[in-house]
């Protein structure tokens, strides 16, 4: 049972434009998420989270938002350039667990062509 | 330089013939942990370790063993490897804070074929 879902395999989007990745959880106890991006022949590296007490959370050109009721969180990437061309993966967890588990998902391939 | 280093990268090897992949980490990082991938599943957590003496199982410990004698060393041993246990390994490690613990730092990769 995949907790966590990704539901779009690839996307491909245009140099300047706006990348939205979305992934979408089922267990109500997760209350940290995460996204990692990763690099062929590397392994992931943390790009951005939030915690659920909050709905948004910026830096950069990466912003993540968290819809609660949905169970339901995406990143933009604003404006997207050919260097952010990877594998995203989304993340979630339970503070209360207290393991350092993170739940992934199967990841999304973003292409930015220029 | 910050890393977590793994070895080998890519490993073929047969049916039942122990193997170890090796995992360090030079940022002192209490936590510790193993995740395979596979495709269409994402990672998997398959064990971690708090600190020094302290591992856990994750979600898919069967066929896999660790151990954690030092702080920065964390193997990964198939005592009998068999051919689902094919995949891209990863370890990670991060210190243990509230939001530390789950924004970990991944080594490359361990390429593991089983045949």
């Known amino acids: 049972d995949q907790q966590v879902k990704q539901n779009s395999p690839s996307l491909s989007v245009q140099e300047g434009r706006i990348s939205i990745l979305n992934c979408d959880y089922t267990n109500s106890m997760f209350d940290y998420f995460l996204w990692y991006k990763k690099y062929p022949a590397e392994g992931p590296t943390f790009l951005i989270s939030?915690?659920?007490?909050?709905d948004k959370n910026e830096d950069g050109r990466f912003t993540v938002f968290l819809n609660k009721s949905a169970k339901h969180l995406s990143l933009h990437i604003v404006p997207s350039q050919p260097g952010d061309s990877a594998v995203y993966f989304c993340?979630?967890?339970?503070?209360?667990?207290?393991?350092?588990?993170?739940?992934f998902g199967q990841g999304t391939t973003l292409q930015v062509k220029p | 330089e910050a890393q977590v280093t793994q070895n080998p990268r890519y490993l073929i090897t047969v049916t039942g013939k122990k193997l170890t992949v090796t995992c360090s980490q030079n940022?002192?990082?209490?936590?510790m942990s193993w995740y395979r991938q596979d495709p269409g599943l994402g990672l998997r957590q398959i064990y971690y370790?708090?600190?020094?003496?302290?591992?856990d199982k994750g979600d898919v410990p069967e066929g896999y063993k660790v151990s954690r004698k030092e702080k920065r060393n964390f193997p990964l041993i198939l005592e009998s490897p068999s051919p689902n246990q094919t995949s891209l390994y990863f370890c990670a490690s991060s210190w243990i804070g509230t939001d530390s613990l789950y924004e970990q730092y991944f080594g490359p990769g361990t390429r593991l074929t089983v045949t």
């Open positions: 993340a979630a967890s339970s503070f209360s667990s207290n393991t350092g588990k993170l739940i």
């Open positions: 370790s708090m600190n020094v003496e302290v591992t």
């Open positions: 940022m002192n990082h209490e936590y």
């Open positions: 939030i915690s659920s007490i909050k």
